[in-house]
């Protein structure tokens, strides 16, 4: 398959983060690792009320998909799925979802993990925390 | 030449625009149009400087050369995740 | 809460799965890992039918009470969730599920592979392959 | 003193029972155990060999003295996962 890569609009919910496991699960594949990033209610000490995520689209999912494409060379899997949501966001929900499926367990969790890690570094997405005291774009 | 700029998160909050053409001299840089925006848009001073550049949608260096019809956008810390 | 412990003889399906990572993820929470265990179609160079898992459930609970307990030292959450099924189950179907939930992901990604690695060595659970020219129980 | 021992995986089918109680001598060990069923079940003979051995629920050493009343079973290699 090809990687599913995505910047959307729409909720990350139980059926939207099961439709990518089933996506990017195939028969050959014994290991599925699947992160999620989601809304706490509190960051850098203040109450978190919401987030609100911006992304540059175009280029977020090239990058994304630069990232798949690594991922498909360095651990011999294209079975990933990379989709980050923007909008406003309530705590509890989903920000971002990163699959990885694999033969064996190790790969899956190294991929998923290099993964999410280059994309928190590389793809342009941006997060404003609006706390009970004030709003603020913020890194990381 | 003209490029085209996009503003995205704290930078379109502080301008209050999507984007915008820009007529730029030939040879100007991603470092130009910095200064050039910060005098337009003085909120963007403090904004500017700790962003990336993009230009065509790849990260590039502050000081490459642009193109006429290039598409720039800075891109301020990221938070994705 | 308490970590989420059971051998069962249920399928872990979308609905199962979902409802680990919720139980797992709280409002502190800010990345959750999960490990999904698939039955492959091939193992050992033959063509697998199915696999039929074994356990000794008691000691196995115990074990994996064991594994939840020293995550919860070493990475400081208790929002663990490990879940193993036993009997037949068939290709694409999951074996085990380990969810974490953790304020960073950095915890989440380490405690889940140590649960499912340790779950591995430890955890008094067989697998039988019935594969097409034959049947065999299996280590690893 | 009398034992309780369980079979599970490949011990179950190699003896056809899930279990039996088992009469031993005062300090028995698990080793002295498995030569016993290994001669009551043959099939057994080659399986119990690599396998660990759990005491009510706890590993434990092969040559461990056994107790009336424990429950002890052979863990064949493991496949969980």
């Given at each position: 398959m090809a990687a599913v890569i995505k910047i959307t609009r729409d909720p990350l919910d139980d059926a939207a983060v099961r439709a990518l496991v089933r996506e990017a699960t195939h028969a050959s594949d014994g290991g599925v690792v699947t992160f999620e990033g989601v809304v706490r209610d509190h960051a850098r000490g203040k109450r978190i009320r919401y987030l609100e995520y911006d992304a540059y689209p175009e280029m977020a999912e090239e990058r994304m998909a630069a990232i798949a494409a690594e991922v498909e060379q360095r651990?011999?899997?294209?079975?990933v799925a990379i989709v980050h949501r923007i909008g406003r966001l309530e705590i509890g929900e989903c920000s971002v979802v990163v699959v990885v499926a694999c033969p064996h367990r190790a790969e899956a969790f190294e991929a998923c993990r290099y993964a999410i890690d280059t994309l928190k570094t590389t793809v342009p997405i941006w997060k404003k925390e609006v706390a009970e005291d004030g709003e603020e774009w913020v890194e990381g | 030449m003209q490029v085209r700029i996009r503003y995205f998160a704290g930078l379109r909050e502080a301008t209050g625009i999507e984007g915008e053409p820009l007529d730029v001299p030939e040879g100007a840089t991603a470092a130009d149009v910095r200064t050039l925006l910060s005098e337009r848009y003085p909120a963007l001073a403090r904004l500017l400087p700790p962003c990336a550049v993009a230009v065509n949608r790849s990260y590039v260096a502050t000081d490459a050369p642009l193109h006429d019809g290039d598409e720039l956008v800075f891109i301020p810390p990221l938070g994705g995740g």
């Open positions: 651990w011999q899997t294209d079975h | -």
